[in-house]
C-alpha cells in the first residue's frame, strides 16, 4: 500500500520549454503532497506544500511563478516547470501523506530526472 | 523541527545487523522519529516511524531511548540490496521534512 507514482522519469527539452511532472498517489487520498528537488551529491530540499483545492505554499528562494503547482483532486498534484534554463536541470521528487492523522509518513515517487539543453 | 546528527558513512557485513544510530537531542514532546532510505536515483523510502516505543516491521526494528534524544535503526540481516543512504528525521505533524545528508551504509560482501 502507499503508493505515489510520478511521471515521467524522465526528460530532457531544451532551454525556454515549460515542463509538466505528474504526482499521483496510487491507493490512497492526499490531502497534502510535497515537491522537493535533489541536486547531485546533495539532500533532498522541499520547493512547496501542495493542499488539494488551495494554492500551494513555496519555501523561501522557491518561485512560484518558475514552479507552478496545482493539486486539484486528492490523488494528483502537477508541477510545471516554466522558461525551463540550464540551472533547473535537477531531480524532481513527490511525496504524498495518506489519511487524516498527521504523523503519517510521507510516501514519495521514484523522481524526476530533468535535463535542460 | 529538531535537527539530527548521524554518522556520515557506514560499513556493515552482508547478514549482518546494521546499527544506524541517529541523535536528536532537542526532540520535543510530539515529535516523531521517521527513517528513511534512498538508493541512487531513486525517490526515498519509507521504512519505520515512532514516537517512544520501539518498533518493528518487516523491514526493521527502531529503538527509541527512554529519554528520546537518540535513537538507533536495525536492519536485521543486511544484504547487498540495503546500500543507500539513509535518512532520520524528527517531525511535528508529518508536515515539512528536513532532510540532512544522512548515513551513507554499504553493505559489503
Known amino acids: 500500500g502507499a503508493v505515489v507514482s510520478q511521471h515521467p522519469s524522465w526528460v530532457i527539452c531544451k532551454s525556454g520549454t515549460s515542463v509538466k511532472i505528474e504526482c499521483r498517489s496510487l491507493d490512497f487520498q492526499a490531502t497534502t503532497m510535497f515537491w522537493y528537488r535533489q541536486f547531485p551529491k546533495q539532500s533532498l530540499m522541499l520547493m512547496a506544500t501542495?493542499?488539494?483545492?488551495?494554492?500551494?505554499?513555496?519555501e523561501q528562494g522557491v518561485e512560484k511563478d518558475k514552479f507552478l503547482i496545482n493539486h486539484a483532486s486528492l490523488t494528483l498534484s502537477t508541477l510545471t516547470v516554466t522558461s525551463a534554463h540550464p540551472e533547473d536541470s535537477s531531480f524532481y521528487i513527490c511525496s504524498a501523506r495518506p489519511g487524516s492523522l498527521q504523523h503519517q509518513p510521507q510516501h514519495f515517487g521514484d523522481g524526476t530526472r530533468l535535463s535542460i539543453l | 523541527d529538531a535537527k539530527t546528527t548521524q554518522p556520515t558513512s557506514m560499513d556493515c557485513a552482508e547478514g549482518r545487523a546494521a546499527n544506524l544510530p541517529c541523535n536528536h537531542s532537542?526532540?520535543?514532546?510530539?515529535?516523531?522519529v521517521y527513517w528513511y532510505r534512498q538508493i541512487h536515483s531513486q525517490g526515498p523510502q519509507y521504512i519505520i516511524h515512532g514516537l517512544k516505543n520501539n518498533e518493528t516491521n518487516e523491514m526493521a526494528s527502531l529503538i527509541i531511548t527512554e529519554d528520546r534524544k537518540s535513537s538507533t535503526l536495525i536492519l536485521p540481516h543486511a544484504t547487498l540490496r540495503d546500500t543507500a543512504v539513509y535518512y532520520c528525521i524528527v517531525n511535528n505533524y508529518g508536515q515539512n521534512f528536513v532532510f540532512g545528508p544522512g548515513t551513507r551504509l554499504s553493505v559489503l560482501p
Open positions: 501542495s493542499n488539494e483545492g488551495s494554492k500551494a505554499t513555496y
Open positions: 532537542t526532540i520535543s514532546g510530539n515529535e516523531y
